[in-house]
């Protein structure tokens, strides 16, 4: 019903950046029935938390841990999500998973991408 597929997480030197992007796909997509995409992520040993969401109308939500460093952002026309991820630490190596959610479904309760390993080092 909704494919999403990641890319662009790898390796950065702490202090440096990222660009996370992920497609969406599929027929609640086709028939515009997605109302919120964001990023999630997990670090080993950790349970998943949210980073950042992004509702139809531009409205976001950050993690406490990220805000001012992390802007998430969309292209409506293409179903796409992005994650922009400046002044990295060590702290933000995990796996990123982004997520869709349809009209009525709570974050969290949706649908999830493959995930994208970010790793930061010291």
């Known amino acids: 019903q909704v494919q999403l597929v990641e890319s662009g997480g790898g390796l950065v030197q702490a202090g440096g950046s990222l660009r996370l992007s992920c497609a969406a796909s599929?027929?609640?997509?086709?028939?515009?029935?997605?109302?919120?995409m964001g990023w999630y992520r997990q670090a080993p040993g950790l349970q998943r938390e949210l980073v950042a969401t992004?509702?139809?109308?531009?409205?976001?939500n950050y993690a406490d841990s990220v805000k001012g460093r992390f802007t998430i952002s969309r292209d409506n026309a293409r179903n796409t999500v992005y994650l922009q991820m400046n002044s990295l630490k060590p702290e933000d190596t995990a796996v990123y998973y982004c997520?869709?959610?349809?009209?009525?479904?709570?974050w969290g309760r949706g649908y999830w991408g493959q995930g994208t390993q970010v790793t930061v080092s010291s």
């Open positions: 599929g027929i609640i997509v086709a028939t515009a029935r997605i109302v919120g």
């Open positions: 992004i509702g139809n109308g531009g409205s976001t």
């Open positions: 997520s869709a959610i349809p009209y009525g479904v709570a």
